[in-house]
């Protein structure tokens, strides 16, 4: 059974802060990783994908990952309200296919 | 503009009674999937399918059908609800293939089984 964990909120953080958000899976095999936003009744829409070790910045987010110890995280520089939403960390599975595995989400709240 | 596109959005429906809902994509992409999401537990995918006529079992598929008969359409077949499938639902599509493999997700479909 292949998993994806996320650490379990809700995470607060003031504005301006840093929020970091931490994943881990179980596969090793795993080729690539993503996190998603969702905001409260909305769809999923992506942030950040990384396919390997190291870090990757896109504007205010880092996404970091470290297949040995299997994880994967995002941080957010200068955290706004409009920030404060549901992170889903997902991994891909499969090499050439699509066996994609959702984590069960960390809520963020920043506050004003 | 590029989207996929479900319907209906809300629905309301009493057991047994068989729906479908519906999911469109205009981005000629070969990869669609259905995924349901329940507080605390996250996108449970339910099928997936890689092509035309080729369509395989996520992590949920019980009491669920799909089909792909054509490459912009996979709709979601509920022969006999019952209230645990009561739920938020979700269509995706991205193409095929490794590092081409971002998810582009519908609004979401919220079923409501009585």
């Known amino acids: 059974q292949k998993e994806v964990e996320q650490n379990s909120g809700p995470l607060s953080v003031p504005e301006g802060a840093i929020a970091s958000l931490n994943c881990t899976y179980s596969d090793r095999g795993s080729q690539s990783f993503f996190w998603y936003r969702q905001y409260s009744g909305k769809s999923p829409e992506l942030i950040m994908s990384i396919y390997s070790n190291g870090d990757k910045e896109d504007g205010r987010f880092t996404a970091q990952l470290n297949k040995a110890s299997q994880y994967v995280s995002l941080l957010i520089r200068d955290s706004q309200p409009s920030d404060s939403a549901t992170y889903l960390c997902?991994?891909?599975?499969?090499?050439?296919?699509?066996?994609?595995?959702f984590g069960p989400g960390t809520r963020l709240s920043v506050l004003p | 503009e590029a989207q996929v596109t479900q319907n209906p959005r809300y629905l309301i429906t009493v057991t047994g009674k068989k729906l479908t809902v519906t999911c469109s994509q205009n981005m000629n992409h070969e990869y669609m999937s259905w995924y349901r999401q329940d507080p605390g537990l996250g996108l449970r995918q339910i099928y997936y399918?890689?092509?035309?006529?080729?369509?395989d079992k996520g992590d949920v598929p019980e009491g669920y059908k799909v089909s792909r008969k054509e490459k912009r359409n996979f709709p979601l077949i509920l022969e006999s609800p019952s209230p645990n499938q009561t739920s938020l639902y979700f269509c995706?599509?991205?193409?095929?293939?490794?590092?081409?493999?971002?998810?582009?997700f519908g609004a979401g479909s919220r079923l409501t089984v009585l």
């Open positions: 995706a599509s991205s193409f095929y293939g490794s590092g081409a493999n971002v998810l582009t």
């Open positions: 997902a991994v891909n599975f499969a090499m050439d296919g699509q066996n994609f595995v």
């Open positions: 399918s890689m092509n035309v006529e080729v369509t």
